[in-house]
């Protein structure tokens, strides 16, 4: 009996000193499965590995981190290297940037150097966070200073991608420059998300910013206070249907020791068709990365622009006779003079499948409608909303009733009722 023990003992003890190795070889599969999804689904960021040398209690990695700018197609390179711990379940990933957290011959971080850590697990789980101290950053040149008080953000990945949640909390940050300062205070943000299909996920956020005050040298400072953006996307029990919402709320504008508020506006995407959603992002995910490659130095075939704008327009074709509704439930905006009040709807009725094959264009079966109400005031007192305006009020697109300009708009059949006076649309969908 002894020497079983024994046996089991030395069989458990070979076990624990082999996992590490086991772990390090897994983790650098992960790492390189990671990056090359990661690049293959987006053209803005890649991960280059130079070098991975593997041991077995660690192992050490270097690499670049390519941000490329759409419009220019230029690139900025950041150089990286790593240091990797072995675990019995997992590994845990120290990086810093190879020239260091600051420029040389400047010290952005005067209290402890940010913290920058990704702790992977061998069912395919994996933590990125990010821990960063009091920083102080000047820029010579425009005299412009970014203050933050330190924060924290945190990625936790799991069932092998398919889920994500993000944490976020920044209790102060402040910009000061020679004309203006913007202060924030409070800062706190999370999502979580559910990956689909293909370009589609599906979940649930919230950021929300205590304060924000901004000062400009001429002007009265104003303060924005309770700022929340809210989103949620979710499909139907079959997993047919996307409806999504984004919320933005603000509960006060304060501005020469006056303040006004609430203001909340919602966008709502319903009932789309999921299919047709997910290869309308994926043409416009095509789409972008043909135009970035454009303003490189081996340009995209113009068949490839080709191929991604059919597939956009396809895609729009389906989503449209499937049926959905898109548009603006509610703005409320509150100013000294009143509360501007208003939605907007645009639908397109689900077409059977003799109507879809006779379909010549999304725009014909378009409904929506409109409405807007603003205090007059508010062109009376100021100058600047007057100028805006009065084109809309002389055209008759805003007309008065009692204190109130107000806006009541009708489309269908290739026609806006706006009212009371039809303005035919051009055919451009």
């Known amino acids: 009996m002894q020497k079983k023990w024994i046996i089991t003992g030395v069989a458990v003890l070979a076990v624990a000193g082999a996992m590490p190795w086991v772990v390090g070889f897994v983790t650098e599969q992960q790492w390189q499965q990671a990056t090359e999804e990661m690049n293959r689904a987006q053209s803005f960021l890649k991960m280059e590995t130079g070098a991975y040398r593997r041991g077995v209690l660690g192992s050490e990695l270097t690499g670049a981190l390519v941000v490329q700018n759409p419009e220019t197609g230029e690139s900025h390179q950041v150089e990286y290297r790593a240091k990797v711990t072995h675990g019995v379940t997992g590994s845990l990933l120290n990086f810093e940037p190879v020239g260091g957290w600051s420029p040389e011959g400047r010290d952005w971080f005067p209290e402890a150097k940010p913290k920058l850590t990704l702790e992977t697990r061998l069912w395919g789980s994996a933590t990125l966070e990010l821990e960063a101290p009091v920083m102080t950053m000047t820029n010579e040149v425009t005299g412009e200073t970014l203050n933050t008080s330190g924060g924290l953000a945190r990625i936790e990945i799991s069932d092998t991608g398919s889920q994500a949640d993000a944490l976020m909390v920044w209790p102060t940050l402040s910009l000061s420059g020679p004309e203006i300062d913007i202060r924030m205070a409070d800062i706190h943000m999370e999502q979580s998300l559910n990956h689909l299909m293909a370009d589609v996920w599906t979940g ?87 135009m970035l490659q454009n303003g490189t130095s081996a340009p995209a075939e113009p068949e490839q622009q080709m191929a991604a704008m059919q597939q956009i327009n396809l895609a729009l074709r389906e989503l449209a006779s499937a049926g959905f509704s898109v548009g603006m439930p509610q703005l409320s905006l509150s100013t000294p003079e009143g509360v501007v009040t208003g939605n907007v709807t645009i639908r397109h009725p689900e077409l059977s499948a003799d109507e879809r094959a006779g379909m010549l264009m999304v725009m014909q079966r378009l409904t929506g409608d409109m409405q807007l109400s603003a205090p007059s005031a508010l062109a009376e007192n100021y100058p600047s909303v007057r100028m805006q305006l009065a084109p809309m009020i002389k055209q008759g697109l805003l007309i008065k009733d009692g204190d109130q300009l107000v806006m009541k708009a009708v489309m269908k059949d290739l026609m806006v009722d706006v009212n009371g006076m039809e303005i035919p649309l051009p055919p451009l969908l």
């Open 204 to 290: 649930a956020g919230e950021l929300e910013v205590g304060s924000m005050t901004v000062v400009h040298r001429a002007d009265p400072p104003v303060e924005f206070r309770d700022f929340s953006l809210s989103s949620s996307t979710e499909t139907n029990p079959e997993q047919t249907r996307l409806d999504s919402r984004v919320t933005l709320e603000l509960e006060e504008i304060i501005r020469g020791g006056q303040g006004y508020g609430p203001h909340r506006v919602e966008f709502a995407l319903e009932n789309l068709d999921l299919a047709s959603w997910s290869s309308l992002t994926q043409g416009m995910s095509d789409l972008q990365t043909v």
